[in-house]
């Protein structure tokens, strides 16, 4: 594990310990030494970090030859752009980095269910809302959502969505691939997202809770399980490529 001291990781480690299929190997944060991980002591690697540091972490175990199952968020086209080009140059053939942005049920199935209503609706935005110690706005599966909304609209011959705008201070949120998405900070929240899709006297609003994060865990357990079993060599990304969907 590394960022095991963090939120996420130390619930990570807490789940690796209890699966009787699995033994942690390291339990690493920052100023540790990533070295230590080598194929020989260790088949997969968690990493949930901060944006600033997880692509280095990563391109750093993928040349070392593991596995890696990466929680942590940032990951541009041009970063993942990075690590497949990594892969192409690993020591093992089979290797694998998986990266979801979100491990949690319901945030997957909210990001399928809005990918499948997108088509039917002129009007789709997305609401995230977070603890106020998240350091990335807006959230890496907001992100996510809006560009499979941007993608099933395009590919159904949707234009651009109605938006009478004309001044906008940032109320608006951030246009991701055109699907406006607004950032919510507030004490005593976790992680949540609420997709809104209008048409003309109708809303379908899907969303998504997750109080806890003891509900990312089941979804972290089944990512390294699928890339331990092999069969998923190279860059995977989001969880519902896991799912039977
Ligand atoms: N994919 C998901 O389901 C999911 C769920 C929750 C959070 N996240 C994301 O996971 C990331 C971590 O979230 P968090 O709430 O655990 O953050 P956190 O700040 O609590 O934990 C981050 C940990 O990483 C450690 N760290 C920093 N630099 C490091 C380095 N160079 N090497 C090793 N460890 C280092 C920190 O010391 C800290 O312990 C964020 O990007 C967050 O958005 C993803
Ligand atoms: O708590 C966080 O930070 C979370 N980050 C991920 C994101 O940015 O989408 C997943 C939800 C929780």
């Given at each position: 594990?590394v ?9 990570v ?15 690493l ?54 690590v ?11 290797q ?25 609706f ?25 560009r ?25 949120g951030q ?8 950032a919510?900070?507030?004490r ?43 069969g ?14």
């Amino acid at each position: 594990m590394v960022g095991a001291k963090g939120r996420m990781g130390s619930h990570v480690v807490d789940a690796v310990n209890g699966a009787q299929d699995m033994q942690l190997a390291f339990a690493l944060d920052a100023g540790d030494d990533l070295m230590r991980i080598t194929p020989e002591n260790t088949d997969v690697v968690v990493e949930f970090t901060v944006p600033s540091v997880s692509l280095d972490n990563v391109l750093a175990l993928v040349k070392r030859g593991v596995d890696v199952v990466v929680g942590t968020t940032g990951w541009t086209d041009e970063r993942l752009a990075k690590v497949t080009a990594a892969l192409a140059e690993a020591p093992r053939d089979d290797q694998a980095v998986f990266i979801a942005p979100n491990f949690a049920i319901s945030a997957v199935l909210a990001d399928y269910f809005a990918k499948v209503a997108a088509p039917y609706f002129e009007s789709a935005e997305v609401i995230e809302l977070h603890h106020p110690t998240k350091v990335d706005a807006p959230s890496g599966t907001a992100i996510h959502t809006a560009r499979a909304i941007a993608d099933a609209r395009k590919a159904a011959g949707l234009g651009a969505m109605p938006d009478a705008t004309e001044t906008d201070g940032g109320s608006r949120g951030q246009v991701v691939d055109g699907v406006h998405v607004h950032a919510v900070r507030l004490r005593g929240l976790n992680a949540h997202e609420e997709v809104l899709l209008g048409n003309a006297g109708e809303q379908l609003t899907i969303r998504a809770d997750s109080f806890d994060r003891i509900s990312f865990m089941p979804g972290v357990l089944l990512a390294v399980r699928k890339v331990a079993d092999g069969g998923h060599a190279g860059l995977t990304v989001g969880l519902d490529k896991f799912l039977d969907l």
